[in-house]
Structure formats: structure tokens, C-alpha cells
């Protein structure tokens, strides 16, 4: 059974920082390409940033390019999402989404295992 589990997120000032991980387990993550998306209350859950397999390729949504980094540890089965900078419109629920073809994508359907979720707060 996979498993994606995320931590880190929290409450932070805006124009703060908050590293979010997630960790996979029973499936061989270094051939997953990996997502982060989130959604906000009342919203659909958008796309934030993805990672392909190798870590060779990343895309990041408009809204947090130059703000956000993606990244990936295949020994630790982590990635990670470096945020800086951050905004009230940031706040969300986040969620790490496993890719079994490896590119990473834009599409929440590409992604069969999701993680349960972490929560960001942003305050003004």
C-alpha cells in the first residue's frame, strides 16, 4: 500500500518561510514523478509545482515562481516544497501527489496517491 505523508506546514507571518516534505513509502518513489497541488477553502484544488522522477525537470504555477522550490531526496523518498516569500493567498490545505508515469504534471489526474494534506496559514 503507498503511502505520502507531509509535514511542515503551519502558521507564519506574511513575507515568511515554510519547508513542507513529504515522504512516500511502499512503492518505488524514485520512478514517481511527484506534485504538490492545494486548495484553498472554497476552491478547487490548482496545481503548485512538480518534479519528474530524476529531479531533471521541474514547473511551477505563475503564482509561486521565483517563490517556491520543488525538490527531491530518491534516498530519504522525500520531496520537498521550499517556500519563501510568503503571501495570504498562499494559504491553503497542501497535498503531495505521486505520478507513476514520472514526469510530474500539471494534471491532477496523472497522480494515483495522494497524501492526507498539511495546512498553511498565511497571515497579513
Known amino acids: 500500500q503507498v503511502q505520502l505523508v507531509e509535514s511542515g506546514g503551519g502558521l507564519v507571518q506574511a513575507g515568511g518561510s515554510l519547508r513542507l516534505s513529504c515522504t512516500v513509502s511502499?512503492?518505488?518513489?524514485?520512478?514517481?514523478?511527484m506534485g504538490w497541488f492545494r486548495q484553498a477553502p472554497g476552491q478547487e484544488r490548482e496545481f503548485v509545482t512538480a518534479?519528474?522522477?530524476?529531479?531533471?525537470?521541474?514547473d511551477y504555477a505563475d503564482s509561486v515562481k521565483g517563490r517556491f522550490t520543488i525538490s527531491r531526496d530518491n534516498a530519504k523518498n522525500t520531496v520537498y516544497l521550499q517556500m519563501n516569500s510568503l503571501k495570504p493567498e498562499d494559504t491553503a490545505v497542501y497535498y503531495c501527489?505521486?505520478?507513476?508515469w514520472g514526469l510530474g504534471s500539471r494534471d491532477k489526474l496523472q497522480y494515483n496517491y495522494w497524501g492526507q494534506g498539511t495546512s498553511v496559514t498565511v497571515s497579513s
Open positions: 501527489a505521486a505520478d507513476p
Open positions: 511502499g512503492r518505488t518513489f524514485s520512478t514517481c514523478g
Open positions: 518534479i519528474s522522477w530524476s529531479g531533471g525537470s521541474t
